[in-house]
């Protein structure tokens, strides 16, 4: 049965930002917006016992795009608004060869150890094949949101979806309803 939700942020929570046509993550307040369908999804989530996590690749703070001050600022945005057990983002880019970077599960092993949870009873929403990557790597299912500017590729997701509320028809979500 489904106990752990693990969210990527970008794409998920919030609108991307397009930057010179590359998908890119908001790097300050002022760009980080929620999604309405998040919303939507939050409000049906909220009435759940499930121990909700986010987990998010932010290397705009290594590459010296974001400042860890800003992350900060939307990190209080973010728990302002929703009530997440708690939300880890990597600041690390490729090039640093992180345990923690997804598509290495680093983040999502960390939460199941730090909260002694059971990977056969979580799931992982995300919108890229890095997400999708990392699910699998810790064992755990996987659910990826088709958004216009991302291909899963040939990672094969346990669920596909096109809308986040849509998650509450598939089989693990089933009994939360």
Do not use: W
Not at 74 to 93: L, P, Q, W
Request: aromatic share 10%; glycine share 6%.
């Amino acid at each position: 049965m489904l106990k752990t939700l693990f969210l990527d942020r970008d794409g998920i929570i919030n609108e991307i930002v397009m930057r010179d046509g590359v998908v890119s993550s908001p790097r300050t307040t002022a760009e980080f917006v929620i999604r309405p369908d998040f919303i939507e999804f939050y409000k049906r989530l909220e009435s759940t016992s499930l121990t909700v996590f986010v987990v998010s690749n932010q290397p705009d703070v290594s590459r010296g795009g974001t400042k860890e001050d800003d992350l900060a600022l939307i990190v209080d945005v973010m728990n302002s608004r929703f009530k997440f057990t708690e939300i880890f983002h990597c600041t690390h880019d490729d090039s640093d060869h992180c345990k923690c970077r997804k598509p290495k599960p680093g983040m999502i092993l960390g939460f199941l150890e730090k909260y002694h949870l059971r990977s056969d009873e979580a799931i992982i929403i995300g919108d890229s094949y890095k997400d999708i990557l990392a699910g699998k790597a810790a064992g755990i299912g996987t659910v990826y949101l088709q958004q216009g500017y991302n291909a899963v590729g040939t990672c094969e997701p346990d669920y596909v979806v096109n809308k986040l509320t849509e998650v509450f028809s598939l089989p693990p979500f089933m009994h939360l309803s």
